[in-house]
């Protein structure tokens, strides 16, 4: 078995959507955690109860008539590199990555949903947007949870709410996160000053690959931290008010950066430009650097030629496995994936440049 | 008075026309050191003599034909910048760019001879030439040497040869130099290696703009040390034996970088390119380098669009007082000229490039 070309052939076309927003937010998600009730919690249980709780997931939905026609994936049956692919796609986590015995995932065939069997959890749905649509995710998530949960009994108490393998779980079981690009602030050096109290308000911050990821071009991950003693409700606005606060200063930020040094903004810009249409090879840190820029360019209306859609849809291709799964690059080597990645963006910009 | 428009508006012709081993040579020169005899030499001399000195030289070469059509600039009646767009010329010195009373320069229709006169030497010829063209501004300059020498008495000993103020011009007075563009040996960290060796051949090694100049986008000047006890062929064919061997050096390098690092290379030519065609500010120093990278991409065969002519115009265009005379930058802010800079480069790139 490999990865469906559902999959990997399709681009995901939410991606190119129109968004609201999407100048400072590229994409919404949540999830939630869920558990079966009676059974082991995963980072604890013995493979026996991992292969009865997928046993009895898939089972169950099987039964579900919503989940039939999304795509079913045994992790034990893909390689690393479609793994890494799924993980680029961000249908599954870094967790799940990793692989492993009766671990399995469900991928909705618009490509924005998935329901991952037995990471931390025993349940994980999760769903996507472009741009800022938070109250359009947490619809969608609420849907999966309904449908799995008519078929799955979950483990649930009464005082607690969902229990989770993980404390900072408990409760709704809700993770929802915004990713924002924010290079107003990054370049007036106004990040730390606006990022560091977002724990305070029950916020984390991460950088464009999830957890323990580097900041890469600008891009941010704020999620709540804990989901427990709140409503999904008052989660997801608590979230949105200070993503609306954080959007204000980076757009403020920016109109800064206009007054105070539009010559320096529009010389990176149209730097990086040149760079990325005209590169030989570039590794994939740089290439989110300067698309970044790009972003900004386009956003602030230099860059004309280009649009959002180009660039999420960049964003997600210059990844590594990406390079390898639709562009044929050799795996092997960096090099060979360097080349072909600035070959890859140079056709697109180019292409994009001439519409 | 200020310069005359035959040479702020006209484009240095000589640095277009095609000659010998370019992509290695960018200009030959040549100048020799004379003094009026029975006169002090001017470093020491007191500003009376100095006079005396200018008024005799200027009424002798009234007389000369030879002269006659060439440009007479008194430098007390050019301003700082004028002197910096004549150095940036190459038609005056460092030292004459300092100013000062009964300093004069005559300089040839064709922009390619000087006389410089009570530079640190009562009279200083010289003459330029594009490529590796050492006997053909030999020629030149035995010529303007001759005329002068018709009108004006030189100080001569019959055992040292010509006197002059510095002992290391003593003898012939000649200076003979190449410009070298080797960007082969630098990329492959091999120009110490290559150049430290030069002194014991009675050579120097000097930047772009000549003594005491940083190197500069990989340009470096060579030229003899001293001009006693050797003869002006000798001088030149000693100089021309080194430059030969470094060509080579510098051909196998470039060869050598095809074979092992040919990505490499192609990504440092195109990525100058890209910058260069889209950077909306640049300072000299960055340009400089850039266009290094931009001739070694004409000179492999991968930039076919331009030619060594349009990057000898430019090298010469983008430095300040250039942008100041011929392109109307505000000559206030170097953010200015920056700007001026960027936008002549992006201009002239894509007007070659899309003849």
């Not at 929802?176 to 109290?197: D, K, T």
């Not at 840190?285 to 900004?296: C, G």
Request: with cysteine; proline share 5%; charged share 25%.
């Amino acid at each position: 078995m490999t990865i469906p070309a559902g999959i990997v052939a399709k681009e995901p076309e939410w991606l190119f959507e129109p968004a609201p927003c999407s100048n400072v937010v590229t994409t919404s998600r949540a999830r939630f955690a869920r558990n079966v009730d009676g059974q082991q919690f995963a980072p604890h249980a013995p493979p026996s109860v991992l292969e009865e709780v997928h046993d009895e997931i898939l089972e169950a939905l099987g039964r579900n008539k919503f989940v039939r026609p999304f795509f079913l994936l045994e992790l034990t049956e893909v390689t690393a590199s479609e793994r890494a692919f799924l993980k680029e796609r961000r249908l599954i986590s870094k967790e799940m990555e990793r692989g492993g015995a009766s671990r399995a995932v469900y991928v909705a065939p618009e490509l924005k949903s998935s329901i991952l069997i037995n990471e931390e959890d025993h349940l994980r749905f999760q769903c996507l947007e472009n741009g800022l649509q938070l109250p359009q995710v947490m619809a969608a998530l609420e849907q999966l949870d309904d449908e799995v949960g008519e078929v799955v009994p979950y483990a649930y108490h009464d005082r607690y709410g969902y229990l989770t393998a993980c404390p900072t779980n408990l409760g709704t079981g809700l993770r929802a996160s915004v990713m924002m690009h924010l290079p107003g602030l990054s370049i007036r050096n106004e990040i730390q000053s606006n990022l560091q109290p977002l724990p305070q308000h029950g916020l984390t911050v991460r950088g464009f690959h999830g957890e323990n990821s580097e900041n890469s071009g600008d891009y941010f991950q704020i999620s709540n931290e804990v989901s427990l003693g709140k409503s999904k409700e008052q989660i997801v606005e608590e979230l949105a008010e200070i993503v609306t606060l954080l959007m204000e200063k980076e757009l403020e930020a920016r109109s800064l950066l206009h007054r105070e040094s539009r010559l320096g903004i529009q010389d990176a810009i149209w730097r990086a430009y040149g760079i990325l249409t005209h590169a030989r090879r570039i590794d994939t840190n740089e290439a989110m650097r300067l698309l970044s820029r790009l972003r900004l360019g386009i956003d602030e209306g230099y860059v004309k030629e280009l649009s959002h859609e180009t660039l999420n849809l960049l964003a997600m291709e210059v990844q590594p496995a990406h390079l390898v799964f639709r562009h044929g690059a050799d795996a092997e080597t960096s090099e060979n994936r360097d080349q072909a990645r600035a070959e890859l963006i140079r056709q697109r910009l180019l292409e994009a440049g001439t519409k």
